[in-house]
């Protein structure tokens, strides 16, 4: 369904109103450069790309008015994509060996490593058996879903989950890999975070500034390296200011090994979720619910990136969202690597807070210790919201050690995010998130007001990890 925003700035730029035209790209800004981003890499080509999308967007628009702008201007995006591809340009830029060289230390090697081991996997597949060799050709290369490989060869789920069982088992074989044995145990590992959110107590530090790199997917906490390993726990506030923040989740993920999709190199990470207490204001339990079981990352010069999702549904019917689809980038953007605090946000006298014109998305905004129960850690708190946010959007405050690992995630709800406009309403009965949640803090940025509804702390915030 078309935006009728959208639709009526369309307008106003089809007569040649600039500010219009400004307010349209400042909204979907972020999505399409993730779109450009994840089709050419990084780098000054990103820039060059996306002025050449401003550029045949607003020529467009100021021809016709397409039924729907959203997609109407990624596909611009693609097509300049395309177009930096094909340009001669590119094809007979010259690399001299001092530009060369860095270039091969610093990626070169990984990638031809990678390359090696993408086709010893594929001599492998070779030795395994036909029935298990389609299969994994349809799972892994050809991306289809287990029910859809299953429909394919009218075969049912469960058959189609052994042949690949027993093809990896196969290609492990004769690869001479061994497979390694979870030491930990899932219900053991459940029971390692404390029940009840431990003490929290946060204030300005002595350190005015500080500049990390921020390695981690943004907001799954773990670095796209092979046998990186983090694990992290929900806490549910609830509507009682008096009543403890229970334990409702906990999620555990390890980049487990390198992969390729659609020609990009990535890491593939495996994530582990475990359901300990039903949230308040979740109206389905885990097993009830859509899971993540993996995800897909790189780590590129400048930021980290988002290749592809696996999500499974209540059904067990699992389906992989990459880099390519449409909405992809609504959901799963990257973040620049480098974050520090450049002055964009500012606190007022009565506590609420403004944002310039350039302050970015996602942004540093102070250094704070951060105590939680009996550990401390320096970390920069940063702020990650919509550059045109509405009360329907919202907002993350986190905290990031020097080291640039997050020990401390809070999520806090537009007003009305997830609210319906009328009876009966969504996430409860009350029309706005002050009402639903009275007792809990809440941040006002730019006139709109930010409900606090959950925290994630880290493994190694909880003392579980070093």
Known sequence: MANSHDQQLARQILEGNESAFVTLIRRYERVIAALIRSRIGSGEQVRDVMQETLVHAWSGLRRDTPRNVRPWLLQVARNRCRDYFRSPQRRELYVGSEVLTPLVNRSGLAQSREREAAIAVLEAMDEVPERERAALRAFYVDGLSIAE???????????????????????????????????????ARQQDFPRHRPEIRIHPSAEKSLRIDFTEMAWWFVKPEVGDRVGFGYYDGGKDSDAPWRLSETTWLTAARQAVIHGRPCVEVDVEEVEVEKMSFRKKPLKERSRIRRVWGHLADDEVQWIAVEREEADGVRELETFLDDRFHDDWWGSRRIVEDCGCLSERTDGTWVRGPDAPAFTGAGVFV????????TCLRVFDLEKNATERDCLVVAYITRAGRTVLFRRYNGSRWGKSDAPPHNWGEAMTWEEELPANDRIVIDGLTYVHYYDILSAAACGLVD
Do not use: E
């Not at 027993?166 to 074989?173: A, E, P, Q, S, T």
């Not at 951060?370 to 850690?377: M, Y």
């Open 149 to 187: 490989i299953a429909a394919r060869h009218r075969s049912p789920d469960g058959t189609v989950k052994r042949r690949l069982s027993h093809g990896r088992d196969r290609i492990r074989k004769a690869m001479g890999i061994t497979p390694t044995k979870r030491k930990t145990d899932m219900k």
């Open 370 to 377: 951060v105590h939680v129960g009996g550990r401390q850690f």
